[in-house]
């Protein structure tokens, strides 16, 4: 059974950066047959996709974000990374790492709520 | 970027009707890369229909996905209690790649 689970401050500070990590068990990232993204939703709103990552390293971001993104991974945890810079109140969301099968996102994390508040 | 847009915003049924989603594309989509997810309050989103019209692991027969081009149907064919929640589609565009979601359609009990 794959699981996933998000990791990381609950707060952050205006203008920082907002770091997650997201570990995966039952799969292995190493093993290719997969991609590896980053999803937020801010309270009673929709879904926003943030980016992926493959296990070379390769990286997609949706262009809204794409300046302040950056996904990794480390393929000797397991896990992937996101990071989002110059955070703002507008980035107050929870934000689920998924893993992406032929283009669906098919397993899921709990979701972790990240605010950003000072 | 395609921008897919879900209809009725809400839909007010009761247990054993019909529910019928659409989800409309600003393009066509490729079928392959049409899926459906259910989301109830305080969980994650919960993968329903893969591939426009195929039903993902563990998913009654009562849901069922349609179409092509840019019109999309999600269908319940008799509500049960626990089917009560809120549905997004989403596409997966290759060129540049992208992942997009529909704003979602509530489905409350009437």
């Known amino acids: 059974q794959v699981q996933l689970q998000e990791s990381g401050p609950g707060l952050v500070r205006p203008s920082q950066t907002l770091s997650l990590t997201c570990t995966v068990s039952g799969d292995s990232i190493s093993s290719g047959t997969c991609y590896w993204s980053w999803i937020r939703q801010p309270a009673g709103m929709g879904l926003e996709w943030i980016g992926r990552i493959y296990t070379s390293g390769s990286t997609n971001y949706n262009p809204s974000l794409k300046s302040r993104v950056t996904i990794s991974v480390d393929t000797s945890k397991n896990q992937f990374s996101l990071k989002l810079s110059s955070v703002t109140a507008a980035d107050t969301a929870v934000y689920y790492c998924?893993?992406?099968?032929?283009?669906?996102?098919?397993?899921w994390g709990q979701g972790t709520l990240v605010t950003v508040s000072s | 970027e395609i921008v897919l847009t879900q209809s009725p915003g809400t839909l007010s049924l009761s247990p054993g009707e019909r529910a019928t989603l659409s989800c409309r594309a600003s393009q066509s989509v490729s079928s392959s890369y049409l899926a459906w997810y259910q989301q109830k309050p305080g969980q994650a989103p919960r993968l329903l229909i893969y591939g426009a019209s195929s039903r993902a692991t563990g998913i009654p027969d009562r849901f069922s996905g349609s179409g092509s081009g840019t019109d999309f149907t999600l269908t319940i064919s008799r509500l049960e209690p626990e089917d009560f929640a809120v549905y997004y589609c989403?596409?997966?565009?290759?060129?540049?790649?992208?992942?997009?979601f529909g704003q979602g359609t509530k489905l409350e009990i009437k």
């Open positions: 989403q596409q997966h565009g290759s060129s540049p790649p992208e992942y997009t």
């Open positions: 998924a893993r992406v099968y032929g283009g669906r996102n098919d397993y």
